[in-house]
């Protein structure tokens, strides 16, 4: 049965979810990918308030297509997160305690997670099209010019995602890994 947790995100609600944990966020989440991470912390280090409050925010990888008429967004499947790497510890060290994408992050952004208590959080590649009817209201909040990858405030309901890195920084891949091995050693007896 899946946790259902509500953005904002406190850090102490980050410290308490657990590396396989599955989850249901609602609430308000923000899209943004490299080119806007990159931006939001250049902001960060000319001590510019960035476009949106980072105190408990997630922010998830993606860059949605297009929306169909009457839809509030089109496919909205998570990108590669390790692009994100060099920005996410400025943007954890700001108030972010979740970040929503795909694949291992860097031993820098596991740090700052550990820190702070931030949380990772990963969605399931290949369902765009399924996790678009989670959102309810989307609308483009800064970096227009960047088309598809521009930041989005998604209001979201039960939005279906595993926690891979907890604030401890134990990681899914790694636990997943381990308990894999260990089954197949005890089969083999």
């Known amino acids: ?19 396989g ?11 943004a990918r490299d080119a806007a991470h990159k931006r939001l912390c250049e902001l960060l280090e000319a ?3 960035l476009p949106f409050d980072p105190a408990g925010a997630v922010i998830y990888f993606a860059g949605p297509a297009p929306a169909r ?14 692009r994100m790497d ?9 108030g972010l305690t979740g970040m929503i994408g795909k694949g291992r992050r860097s031993p820098e952004v596991v740090a700052a997670m550990k820190e702070c208590g931030a949380v990772y959080f990963g969605a399931i590649g ?12 989307a ?3 800064c970096y227009e010019d960047l088309g598809a ?23 899914l891949y790694e636990k997943g890994r381990e308990a894999y091995l260990k089954a197949m050693e005890e089969e083999r007896g």
């Open 1 to 19: 049965m899946a946790l259902k947790i509500r953005t904002p995100l406190s850090r102490g609600e980050a410290r308490a979810l657990r590396c």
């Open 149 to 171: 990858e521009a930041v989005r405030r998604l209001e979201v309901e039960d939005f279906p995602v595993t926690v891979i890195i907890d604030a401890e920084g134990n990681d």
């Open 69 to 82: 008429p009457g839809q509030p967004i089109g496919p909205v499947g998570p990108t590669t997160s390790y």
């Open 126 to 137: 290949g369902c765009a099209a399924l996790l678009a009817k989670c959102v309810k209201k």
């Open 86 to 94: 060099p920005y996410s510890p400025a943007l954890i060290r700001a």
């Open 21 to 31: 944990d599955s989850v249901e966020i609602s609430g308000v989440i923000y899209t």
């Open 47 to 49: 001590g510019e308030p």
């Open 139 to 141: 609308e483009v909040v």
